[in-house]
Each structure stands twice: as C-alpha cells, then as structure tokens.
C-alpha cells in the first residue's frame, strides 16, 4: 500500500458545484496532514493544514479521520480559478520529511 | 520574492553530463529538500537535510547526490545524468516544527538527451 494514495481524477464540474476529494494514508503515527494546491507548471503551496476537529477556510473545508486514516477537502460553490492538482500531503512517522499523494486534478468550467 | 530560490530554471544535458542544481532559502528554515515530478508519478523525495551537517535518503535517490553547504544552501548534483533524469526537480525547505508547511522553489525543468 503506497503512504498517500488519491484518486487521480479528473473531475469535471461546473461553476458554483461542491466537490469533495478523498485521501488515504498508511502510516497510524502520522502526526500532521496538509493539502497543497499546483497550478500546472508550477510549485505546490500550501493550501491549507488539516487538523484533527477539522478545519475550514472561506468555501474549503479539510476533515481528519484518524481511526480510517482518511483525510478529504471539500470545495463549495467551485470557481473557475479552482482548476488545479490538488496534493494530499502527510507528515512522516520521524517528522523530518512531508510525502505528498500523485494529486488529484480538478477542472472547472463555466 | 524571497523563500526559496533555484538556479537554474531550465536545462538541457547530454547522456553523461554532469551538473549540479542550486538551492537557497532565505527564511532560516532547518529542513531542505530536493523532490523529482514526473508525470503521473507525483511528488517523489530524492535527497533531505534535517538541519545543516547532515543529509538523508529518500525515496529515489540513486544517481544524485546532495550537499547542505549551510544552513541557507542545499545543492543537488548528477554526476552522469541519464535520461531517466529528465524531470522537473523542486527544492523546498521547512521551518521544522509541528505542522509547518513546506515552501518550494519555482522548479528546475531538466532534460536529458
């Protein structure tokens, strides 16, 4: 089982939807958990972390489930400046490095 | 824009070549890190330095080797670059505590004739 798995899309949606993206990670001792955004032929950044009573941040919202090691992001009210990879990331178990999912692809159209 | 920077952006090498790629970060981060993307492959960790003075593995690092030159600089170096190598390489750095997110250079696109 790979540390960080996504489903690599695509989704398809149009303006204003909700959309939700899944992830899995292997690791139980996984201390911190992040989602990043890439912008095709760009860097990630930072989106957002993810805390354990679930966090929001104006239309996005990141939930932890440790007991299912499951983490989602959900995007209400889709913009078309949404279209992007977005990267599950989870600390790993000696905190010295972050792993990062393959990225799931969203693309918003009008 | 100040965070961290890469040199260079871009680069085409023959079989054999050698080069080494540049990274700096002016935030006092302890942790740097050089990842390889390719597509449909994500994000793959080839070299990491938890604080300066010492390097570690990760998950592909076979044909690169790295030096943390100081706490601002880890470089990247393939000593006989082989298609394979034909990536895009990230830098990134990391302050170190609890649930610090990662910042990443602009990349450098690598091609490998």
């Known amino acids: 089982r790979k540390e960080v798995e996504q489903d690599p899309g695509p989704f398809n949606v149009p303006e204003g939807a909700t959309v939700a993206f899944n992830c899995t990670y292997s690791n139980s001792a996984s201390q911190s958990f992040f989602w990043y955004r890439q912008d095709c032929r760009k860097e990630p950044k930072l989106l957002m972390s993810?805390?354990?009573s679930g966090n929001e941040d104006g239309r996005f919202t990141a939930q932890l489930n440790r007991a299912s090691q499951y983490i989602s992001l959900l995007i209400r009210d889709s913009k078309l400046s949404d279209s992007a990879t977005y990267l599950c990331v989870v600390m790993n178990q000696a905190g010295t490095a972050l792993i990062f999912g393959k990225g799931t692809t969203l693309s918003v159209s009008s | 824009n100040a965070g961290v920077t890469q040199t260079p952006k871009f680069q085409v090498l023959k079989t054999g070549q050698s080069m080494t790629l540049q990274c700096a970060q002016d935030m006092n981060h302890n942790s740097m890190y050089w990842y390889r993307q390719d597509p449909g492959m994500g994000l793959r960790l080839i070299y990491y330095?938890?604080?300066?003075?010492?390097?570690d593995k990760g998950e592909v690092p076979n044909g690169y080797n790295v030096s943390r030159l100081n706490k601002r600089e880890f470089s990247l170096r393939l000593e006989s670059a082989a298609p394979s190598q034909t990536s895009v390489y990230f830098c990134a750095s990391l302050f170190g505590t609890d649930n610090q997110p990662q910042h990443f250079g602009d990349g450098t696109r690598l091609s490998i004739l």
């Open positions: 993810v805390y354990s």
């Open positions: 330095s938890a604080s300066e003075g010492t390097t």
